[in-house]
């Protein structure tokens, strides 16, 4: 790359590049995205760190199911112990946020919701963008999206950070050193 038709080639190369190869590479992680998502709702929190609501104790569905508030009340608290127990509060994984509050829900009974969070990475005119959805679930793929809004599918800035960190820095350092910017 010696010459300025060199310099200003591979330039151009790199412009033509540089967001088709930040698009591949979300694409590609893809199933980390997931993992990430899941990671997050473990610790009850949505895209802005906010912790996922309706909590149990408040859930409608409760009151749906009984006669009177304080029935509802006992089977929330109920189902709130007995998720306790089946998937206690603990650091998340990947993320390392914080247990959830034992009031927060994490989504998760079976693991077929967290099963069907599929993330997608579609073209834009800025580069690749993520579209998070549920699809295939059992109870109705906008059922929980309804409920606790499309802010529980989304990234938090912790998870937007290990993506950038992990997938796609590597290979926007891969692109450089393609065209000879070491």
């Keep these: 790359m010696g010459t300025i038709a060199g310099v200003s080639n591979a330039v151009r190369m790199l412009k033509d590049n540089f967001m088709p190869e930040v698009t591949n590479s979300l694409r ?19 895209e802005n760190r906010k912790q996922i609501r309706p909590t149990y104790l408040q859930d409608p569905y409760f009151r749906e199911i ?28 990947i993320l390392k946020f914080p247990p ?5 829900p994490n989504l998760i009974i079976t ?3 967290h099963r069907s969070i599929t993330p997608v990475v579609v073209d834009g005119r800025d580069g690749g963008k993520i579209i998070t959805r549920s699809i295939g679930f059992y109870a ?23 993506l950038l960190d992990n997938r ?7 692109l450089l050193k393609k065209y000879g910017f070491e």
């Design 111 to 113: 693991g077929e919701y």
């Design 140 to 162: 109705g793929d906008d059922a929980l999206e309804e409920k606790y809004g499309p802010e529980h599918l989304g990234l938090t800035p912790k998870a937007k950070k290990y």
């Design 100 to 104: 959830r509050n034992r009031n927060t």
């Design 28 to 46: 590609e992680s893809e199933d980390l995205i997931h993992d990430l998502i899941t990671d997050q709702l473990m610790a009850g929190l949505d």
């Design 168 to 174: 796609i820095m590597p290979a926007i350092e891969n």
């Design 66 to 93: 009984t006669k009177t508030a304080k029935a509802a009340r006992n089977k929330a608290v109920w189902w709130r112990d007995m998720k306790e127990r089946v998937t206690p509060p603990e650091t998340s994984h």
